[in-house]
C-alpha cells in the first residue's frame, strides 16, 4: 500500500503545480485576455473585415495569426515569468522544496498549450463562422497540432531571455524580438509583400519554420519540405533550452 501511495506522489505534485499555475493565470485577467484576443481581434480586422471576401487570404491569414497568437502566448508565459522568478530568489526557494525538479516548467509548459489550443480554437471559430474558411476535417486537426507543438520551440525562447534579464526587462526585450520576427516571418502578410531582400532574410527566423507549417496545412507555404522547419525549429528548442539552463544554474 505505502509504495502505491509512493508512486503516485510525483503525479500528484505535477498535477498540484499545473494547478496552481492554472490558479495564478486565472486571477491575472490583464495577461491572459490580451494573449487571446490580440490574436482574433487582428483576424477580425484583416482576415475578416478588410479581405473582400478572398477565401485565399482568409486562410493565409488564419494560419499566420494562429501562429502569431502562439508564439505570443509561448513567449512572455515563460520569459516574464522566469525572470521575476530569477529575481525575487523564487527559483532558488523550490530548490530547498520537496517538488519534482521539473515540474514548474512543466507547469508552465501546460499553460502555454493551454492558451496556444484557446487562441487556435478561438480564431478557428472565426474563420468558419465569419470568412467562409471551409477546411477538411484533417485539415483542422492538422493545423491545431501545428499550433499546440510549436508552444514548445517559442517557450524555449521565452525561457532562454527571461534568463538573461530581470523582470522590467523581460517585456521590452521580448516584444523588442516577438514584434520584428512577426513581420518579417510573414505573420502578418505575405512575404510576397514585403521587399525581395527582407523576405530572402525570412528563414532566418524561427517563426518563419512555424508559419511554414501551418501554411502548408491550407496550401500557401512557400513549397520546402515540412522536415526542414521542424529540425530547424526542434534545434532552436535544443539550443535555447540549453543556454537557459547553463545560465540558470550559473545563476544559483
Partial sequence: MDTAIDSRAPLRAYLLEARCELLRMWREPAYCIPVVAFPALFYLLFGVLLNRGSAGAAQYLLASYS?????GAAMFGFGVTIAMDRERGYLRLRRALPTPPGALLLARMAMAVLFGL???LLLAALAA????VRLSPWQWAALLAVNVAGVVPFAAIGLWVGSLV???AAPVLLNALYLPMAFLSGLWLPLSMLPDWLARLAPVWPAYHLAQLALKVVGHDDGHCAWLHVAVL???????????QRRLTAAE
Wanted: aromatic share 8%; hydrophobic share 60%; charged share 0%.
Fill in 166 to 168: 530581470g523582470g522590467n
Fill in 118 to 120: 484557446a487562441v487556435s
Fill in 67 to 71: 501562429v502569431f497568437g502562439v508564439i
Fill in 234 to 244: 526542434a534545434g532552436v528548442t535544443a539550443v535555447c533550452f540549453a543556454l537557459a
Fill in 129 to 132: 463562422g465569419l470568412a467562409g
